[in-house]
């Protein structure tokens, strides 16, 4: 190409690439003020979205700081060398483990609450909403000290955590709940057991805050204790909770401030009915069934006998074994002990039978040898019938001896005295001289005789003691059920 012609072509080229330059420019320049006004579009559209940010929920924000725990010291009470704080109390009975009467106490699982407010814990909230903590917090800041007066053992579950739960509201009030078990001392009265009705008290108390520094309370009256109505006993019918509440004295700290769960429990009479009494009454009227024995059967009497004593003092002793040693008598030993007496009396009362049947026998046998070995003075004018009576021992030891002194000669038929010698009158004197003695006697045999009826009968011990001993323990049984009943 010329040089000429050089200029000419550079201007041509100059200006395409200007215009090049230009056109990309201007496209680059839409496409920034495009995606500019998308994004102001969009700022402006979520600014009238967006609410007013809670300090509350600001992951940035520490619990710490929030509450301002650091900023305070919390080894003080709310309002340290004020007035008393209140602090109020309600309790939510979870179940009643268990009563023991050996130990003499109680198991409960309960809900224990506690209200108060500490404006060092008060905090902004634009929503008004209260925040909730685990036990974790519950170490860094003030809570009551409330402890259980009496109790023997203790403990806050901890499956999965620790059953601890605080919350805190923004004005500064506080709730401090904790799920506890605890073992208590009751003073129970066995006197009228197993009839009787037991009231058992649960006591919360300040440890370290007399009445001027804080003062317990329950929060809602009676309506603070509520208790689930599925709470049911084996040995108990659960009858009333009540609250109570009064000032506890200790001479070297002072006044403190004690709230009381009441609740009385009422025994369930049917088991001890078919454990104790059912059993017993069954062993006293097993001993009656000797009385329908004969005498004569010996073995049968005495092991009776002594099977009933045994049982009954088995259920005693098994009685005995599930209580406390107690100092006095309990109704369930009145009833016991009776019922072994009149056990203890039927074998008594077998062992004075027989030994009156024996001295009565023995008594019947030297009457009978006796009569033998003496000699009547004569037969004269006697019936055979009056002499076989005199000879069977109807007649008493005197009346046989008195016999004795009109002759020592034996007894000879009429046949062979006519042949020997005649009889003489005095005979016939004797004769009528002992028909009157008889008939004279007779009125003081019939008393003697009924006077010792009974004891030289023993069938008539046994005939009477079927009445006298089903009569009298029925008659125990009328004054025992409505004295304790």
């Not at 040995?235 to 004690?258: C, D, E, M, P, V």
């Not at 001890?272 to 009497?301: C, E, G, H, K, N």
Request: aromatic residues 12%; glycine residues 4%.
């Amino acid at each position: 190409i010329p040089a000429a012609e050089m200029p000419s072509l550079t201007k041509p080229l100059l200006l395409l690439l200007c215009l090049v330059v230009t056109g990309e420019c201007r496209r680059h320049g839409h496409r920034v003020r495009r995606w500019t006004g998308a994004v102001e579009s969009q700022n402006h559209g979520t600014s009238l979205n967006k609410k007013p940010p809670d300090v509350t929920k600001s992951r940035k924000t520490k619990t710490e700081h929030l509450l301002k725990v650091d900023d305070h010291d919390f080894t003080m009470r709310p309002a340290f060398g004020g007035p008393a704080i209140p602090v109020g109390v309600d309790v939510q009975v979870e179940s009643l483990d268990s009563i023991s009467e050996v130990d003499m106490d109680f198991t409960m699982t309960l809900y224990l609450r506690h209200y108060w407010k500490d404006e060092r814990l008060s905090f902004r909230s634009s929503t008004n909403k209260s925040m909730t903590f685990d036990g974790r917090l519950v170490k860094k800041i003030w809570v009551p000290d409330v402890f259980f007066v009496h109790s023997k053992r203790s403990f806050i579950h901890d499956t999965t955590t620790d059953n601890i739960m605080l919350r805190v509201f923004p004005d500064g009030h506080v709730l401090y709940s904790l799920r506890v078990t605890v073992t208590a001392a009751c003073n129970m009265d066995f006197s009228r057991f197993p009839l009787d009705s037991q009231t058992c008290t649960l006591e919360l108390e300040s440890y370290a805050y007399t009445d001027e520094d804080l003062m317990l309370y329950w929060k809602s009256g009676d309506d603070s204790l509520s208790i689930d109505d599925r709470i049911s006993l084996s040995q108990f019918l659960i009858q009333k909770f009540h609250t109570t509440s009064r000032l506890a004295f200790y001479s070297s700290t002072g006044w403190y401030n004690r709230l009381y769960i009441n609740f009385t429990l009422r025994r369930h009479i049917f088991f001890f009915l078919l454990q104790t009494y059912f059993p017993a009454t069954l062993m006293v009227m097993l001993s009656w069934v000797s009385f329908w024995i004969d005498r004569r059967a010996v073995p049968a009497r005495v092991s009776l006998g002594i099977t009933t004593v045994l049982t009954m003092s088995t259920i005693i002793t098994g009685v005995n074994a599930s209580m406390p040693r107690v100092s006095y008598i309990k109704a369930v030993d009145i009833y016991l002990w009776v019922s072994f007496v009149f056990v203890f009396l039927s074998v008594l009362e077998y062992a004075a039978v027989n030994y009156l049947s024996t001295v009565h026998d023995r008594r019947e046998r030297k009457m009978r040898e006796r009569a033998r070995s003496q000699s009547l003075p004569c037969t004269c004018g006697i019936s055979q019938t009056r002499t076989m009576t005199m000879l069977d021992g109807t007649y008493s030891e005197a009346d046989t001896n008195s016999l004795a002194g009109y002759t020592e000669d034996p007894v000879v038929p009429e046949e062979e005295q006519d042949e020997l010698h005649e009889v003489p009158e005095k005979p016939e004197h004797m004769v009528v001289h002992l028909s009157v003695s008889s008939e004279s006697t007779n009125t003081k045999k019939k008393k003697n005789i009924r006077a010792l009826n009974i004891i030289q009968n023993t069938h008539a011990i046994d005939k009477y003691s079927r009445m006298i001993f089903p009569g009298s323990y029925i008659f125990f049984n009328l004054i025992y059920w409505s004295v304790y009943c």
